[in-house]
């Protein structure tokens, strides 16, 4: 904890005074009740319960003293918050291992339900964009607010040949920062990549300069990236990590399945889909995300649940003053209230 007035933490240094006070007028008082009766009766008459109960207002009411003399420093923590803008763009591998059956039903249904769960459950404010990918990166639902649209959007996942997990890193970013200029094409197909002719050439966008700031720095965007193999196209993953990390971006990859994988047979090719363990954990460790594995549907969901209050929620400096301030008005409160139920008083 911190505090934006360090300065008025002096306030502290009258408690003891007070302390000093208060002891200072109990045995006046009780020199003045000696006058009248003797030690022993006065003894007889206070029992010990109700001896200790007689400082427990005061006690309270120093303690209110102590709280509020810390909220006027204007104490600031770190501290959860819901994210009031964010985007998260879900990455999902559409290739054709993802038909496997080593997660039931099947990996891409496993997936599929499970990303639908997670969306279900992110705050309203949170925008949702959806990114397939196999041999190349397509954007199936640009970020929407919309979560019918995303559901729909999951629903139509095609399986395909080929799993460039690099494009869809790359896509993902694009869709993040429609306006910073990344050559989609040229990142994903290479210097020599085909390109059309623009109907208007004024509107040619031009390319921008990076300036590549701290990983994971960048709060309001996230890349969930989920897939069950290995690159076996497009762009390498790390380096569409780093492109990542240089803006900040956290990318928490999720792979399905097992690390030996299946034989599975897919448009007449006959494969193993293995998972690249070692690859997922690089990018997850280059861009500050983390990496989950799930090795069955249940953990698949408990994964997207785990996500969810990740992605959901920020820690920020946050100044606490008010509940100091609560809380000192709560112990004034109760000290003055004890102090009429037993005494008839206010302290």
Same mark, same amino acid.
């Given at each position: 904890?911190?505090?934006?007035?360090?300065?008025?933490? &002096?306030?502290?240094?009258? @408690?003891?005074?007070?302390?000093?006070?208060?002891?200072?007028?109990?045995?006046?008082?009780?020199?003045?009740?000696?006058?009248?009766?003797?030690?022993? @009766?006065?003894?007889?008459?206070? *029992?010990?319960?109700?001896?200790?109960?007689?400082?427990? $207002?005061?006690?309270?009411?120093?303690?209110?003293?102590?709280?509020?003399?810390?909220?006027?420093?204007?104490?600031?923590?770190?501290?959860? %918050?819901?994210?009031?803008?964010?985007?998260?763009? @879900?990455?999902?591998?559409?290739?054709?291992?993802?038909?496997? /059956?080593?997660?039931?039903?099947?990996?891409?249904?496993?997936?599929?339900?499970?990303? !639908?769960?997670?969306?279900?459950?992110?705050?309203?404010?949170?925008?949702?964009?959806?990114?397939?990918?196999?041999?190349?990166?397509?954007?199936?639902?640009? $970020?929407?607010?919309?979560?019918?649209?995303?559901?729909?959007?999951?629903? /139509?996942?095609?399986?395909?040949?080929?799993?460039?997990?690099?494009?869809?890193?790359?896509?993902?970013?694009?869709?993040?920062? =429609?306006?910073? *200029?990344?050559?989609?094409?040229?990142?994903?197909?290479?210097?020599?990549? =085909?390109?059309?002719?623009? %109907?208007? $050439?004024?509107?040619?966008? #031009? !390319?921008?300069?990076?300036? $590549?700031?701290?990983?994971?720095?960048?709060?309001?965007?996230?890349?969930?990236?989920?897939?069950?193999?290995?690159?076996?196209?497009? =762009?390498?993953?790390?380096?569409?990590?780093?492109?990542?990390?240089?803006? +900040?971006?956290?990318?928490?990859?999720?792979?399905? +399945?097992?690390?030996?994988?299946?034989?599975?047979?897919?448009?007449? &090719?006959?494969?193993?889909?293995?998972?690249?363990?070692?690859?997922? !954990?690089?990018?997850?460790?280059?861009?500050? +995300? #983390?990496?989950?594995?799930? +090795?069955?549907?249940?953990?698949?969901? !408990?994964?997207? /649940?785990?996500?969810?209050?990740?992605?959901?929620?920020?820690?920020?400096?946050?100044?606490?003053?008010?509940?100091?301030?609560?809380?000192?008005?709560?112990?004034?409160?109760?000290?003055?209230?004890?102090?009429? %139920? &037993?005494?008839?008083?206010?302290?």
């Amino acid at each position: 904890m911190t505090f934006l007035w360090p300065d008025m933490l &002096w306030l502290l240094v009258a @408690l003891p005074a007070l302390v000093a006070l208060y002891i200072f007028l109990l045995r006046r008082k009780k020199k003045a009740a000696l006058r009248y009766a003797s030690l022993s @009766l006065v003894k007889e008459a206070l *029992g010990a319960g109700q001896r200790f109960r007689r400082h427990v $207002p005061p006690l309270l009411f120093l303690l209110a003293l102590a709280t509020m003399s810390i909220a006027v420093a204007r104490p600031a923590a770190i501290v959860r %918050l819901p994210m009031q803008q964010q985007t998260i763009i @879900l990455a999902m591998d559409v290739s054709g291992s993802m038909r496997a /059956r080593d997660v039931e039903p099947n990996r891409l249904v496993a997936a599929q339900e499970a990303a !639908k769960a997670f969306v279900a459950e992110l705050p309203s404010g949170v925008r949702v964009g959806v990114v397939s990918f196999a041999g190349t990166a397509a954007v199936v639902q640009p $970020p929407t607010h919309s979560r019918e649209d995303v559901v729909a959007a999951i629903d /139509r996942f095609q399986l395909q040949r080929g799993t460039a997990i690099g494009s869809g890193i790359i896509l993902s970013l694009a869709t993040i920062f =429609p306006d910073a *200029g990344i050559d989609v094409s040229e990142s994903i197909y290479g210097r020599d990549a =085909p390109r059309s002719v623009p %109907l208007d $050439p004024g509107r040619v966008r #031009e !390319k921008k300069e990076l300036t $590549p700031v701290p990983p994971g720095s960048y709060a309001s965007a996230a890349i969930v990236l989920l897939t069950d193999g290995q690159r076996t196209t497009g =762009p390498d993953s790390l380096e569409a990590a780093r492109m990542a990390a240089d803006r +900040g971006v956290r990318v928490f990859t999720v792979g399905v +399945g097992t690390p030996s994988g299946e034989v599975i047979g897919f448009e007449g &090719w006959s494969f193993r889909a293995r998972l690249d363990e070692d690859t997922l !954990k690089a990018i997850a460790d280059l861009t500050r +995300g #983390e990496y989950f594995r799930a +090795g069955t549907a249940m953990d698949l969901k !408990k994964i997207y /649940r785990n996500l969810n209050t990740r992605l959901a929620f920020e820690k920020k400096a946050t100044e606490i003053t008010a509940l100091f301030s609560a809380a000192a008005a709560v112990l004034a409160f109760v000290s003055a209230l004890l102090s009429l %139920l &037993w005494f008839n008083r206010i302290l």
